[in-house]
Structures are given as C-alpha cells and as structure tokens.
C-alpha cells in the first residue's frame, strides 16, 4: 500500500521540529570561559611560584649568612657585650674560622688600650645542638683551649675545656689597658690561667658553678713601689665537683655557689681574703698588708689597694 503524504490528503502541514545547531555567540562564550579560567588557574600557579621563589632565596640568603659571617661580626658582638674593655682587633676570616688581636681597653672614650703580641685564632663548630669553640695563641694559651656553649631549658652553660691543667699565662702590664686602678698600679710578672675543667650554668637566673679555676700572679712588681718584686699570689675559685648531680647541687641555699680564695705564695706585700661567687652576687673580704709594717715602700701601694685600717688596707666587695 501507497503511504500518502499529508500535502496529498490536503491536511496542513506541520513543520517538524529538530536539534538546531549552535549558534556562533554561545560557542564564543564557551570559550571565553574556559579561557578565563586557565589564565586564573594559571595566575594562582605563577603566585604560588613566586612565593616559593621569594621563600628560597630568604633561605639561601639565611644560610649563607650563617656560614660565610665575616669574623668582623663576631667582634661587634664581643665589644657589644664587654662594654668595650675587651676587643678583637683586625679581624680576619669568618666567625666559624678566624684571627684577631685580643686588646684591653678602658671602656667607650677611654684612651688606655693595650695588645697581646700575636693572633688569637679560633675555629667553632656545631655539635648536635651546642657549639664548640677551640682557641689557640702562640704567645699565651697552653695548646689548644676549648669552649662548649650548649643551651639548656631556661637557660644555657659554658664549658672550659683545657687540654690540661695549665689553661695560658700572659703578662700582667697587659691589665693596664682596662684603666682605673690598673693604669694606676702598672703591674709588672705575669698571670697564669689554671683549671681542670670548669662549667658555669644559668637556668632562670640562677647560676651553678662546677669544677674550679685559680690565677696565679707571679713576681708581680708595680711603678707604686721601689721594690723590684712585690711577690707571688693566688686567687682560687672552687665550685662544686663537676660529675655532682644537678638536684642534688640545686637543693639547698648556697647550691652552685663558688668560693673564692686569695692567699700570698710568696713576698713582701701580703694578700689574704675569702669570699663567694653565687645568687647573691660577688662577695669578697680581704686585707693587704707589708712584711714590715714601718717599710715606706709599700705604703703608696696599700692606700691604693683598700681602705687603710692602720698598718693594713680593708678590701671589701658585695
């Protein structure tokens, strides 16, 4: 059978409805979009880039701060913190390997400064989270001397390390750089450093002395005296044994406290006294006084050293 359209029938004809293709505006605005959001997620990338970037090179920079510090920093730091009396002069190489000249002086404005003969050289590295320091100087230090610095809860210690137990020797005119009285006395002989071992605790203010240290000035003259020898001293400080137990140190009043000994080895001016290095600060009670007391030599050199009680001088500290 025949199928007859519509038209033959004489029905109207419908028009038949179908997909229309898209238009050229809502393909253009497809686009667009997925346009704008490359470029956004493409701008986040570059930002993100960017920072990172900034972050390295903060970092770099950080790192090469550290490890190529110019030693002129590290004698900033100490002249910062010793008031100027202690200077390292012409400082060469870098904080973790270095020289200078160690000089005393009397502090800002002060025209008194005296130099050891030589270098200092020192050379520091960490070790785990401390830093050790190891010095050494032809003229003075006996081999090479260290210093571990290790940080602690509240607070931090320092340790001397020496190779032995004669730590250094210098000359004692070298005092006269700090000024007053030392300027004054002009110390002749020379000191030396003794120790064993020594470590000095902070935590929270509170400091814990261990192991001990004594100076020795030896054949000491002075321009204050006609003598050509004033004679040979010792000044001791002795804290607790450094293997004690930490609470057991801190546990009663005078925990961590040094005591300080001077006594005369030898000589015609006598030097004697005792007292403490702890909480409550630096504590000293001494006298000086001559081996004939009717001898004018000493006389100018006693009024200088204390208070004078008669025949002897009154030092008195804290």
Same mark, same amino acid.
């Given at each position: 059978? $025949? ?49 990172? /970037? ?23 730091? *100490? ?6 009396? %202690? ?32 270098? %200092? ?13 190891? +010095? ?17 809860? #509240?607070?931090?210690? *320092?340790?001397? $390390? ?31 450093? %003794? ?13 814990? +002395?261990?192991? #001990? ?13 006609? !003598? ?38 030898? /000589?015609?001016?006598? !030097? ?28 100018? %050199? ?17």
């Amino acid at each position: 059978m $025949k199928r007859l359209s519509a038209s033959r029938l004489g029905l109207p004809v419908r028009g038949v409805r179908g997909r229309r293709p898209p238009s050229q505006t809502t393909f253009a605005a497809s686009r667009w979009g997925e346009s704008t959001y490359a470029e956004a997620a493409w701008g986040r990338d570059r930002a993100g880039g960017v920072r990172w /970037g900034w972050a390295g090179a903060i970092s770099g920079a950080l790192i090469a701060g550290v490890c190529f510090a110019p030693a002129s920093w590290l004698a900033d730091a *100490v002249s910062a913190a010793t008031q100027q009396r %202690l200077m390292l002069v012409d400082a060469r190489g870098s904080v973790w390997s270095g020289s200078a000249v160690l000089v005393l002086t009397g502090g800002p404005g002060s025209r008194d400064a005296t130099a050891l003969p030589g270098r %200092l050289a020192w050379t520091a590295r960490p070790r785990g989270l401390a830093l050790e320091a190891v +010095f050494s100087q032809a003229c003075c230090l006996h081999g090479d001397v260290s210093l571990l610095w290790a940080p602690a809860l #509240g607070g931090y210690t *320092v340790m001397l $390390k020496p190779p032995g137990d004669w730590v250094g020797q210098w000359p004692a005119a070298w005092l006269a750089g700090l000024g007053t009285p030392w300027n004054t006395l002009r110390l002749g002989g020379s000191a030396r450093l %003794l120790s064993s071992g020594l470590a000095i605790e902070s935590v929270q203010g509170r400091w814990r +002395f261990a192991g #001990g240290l004594a100076v020795e000035l030896m054949h000491a003259s002075s321009r204050l005296s006609t !003598l050509d020898t004033l004679g040979s001293y010792r000044l001791s400080v002795q804290g607790e044994p450094l293997n004690a137990p930490r609470d057991a140190a801190r546990g009663g009043a005078a925990a961590g406290t040094a005591q300080i000994t001077l006594s005369t080895l030898e /000589g015609a001016l006598l !030097l004697n006294g005792n007292g403490s290095w702890g909480l409550a600060g630096l504590r000293f009670e001494g006298e000086a006084s001559a081996v004939d007391p009717d001898g004018a030599a000493l006389g100018n %050199l006693l009024n200088i050293i204390g208070r004078r009680d008669g025949a002897r001088s009154v030092i008195s500290i804290g």
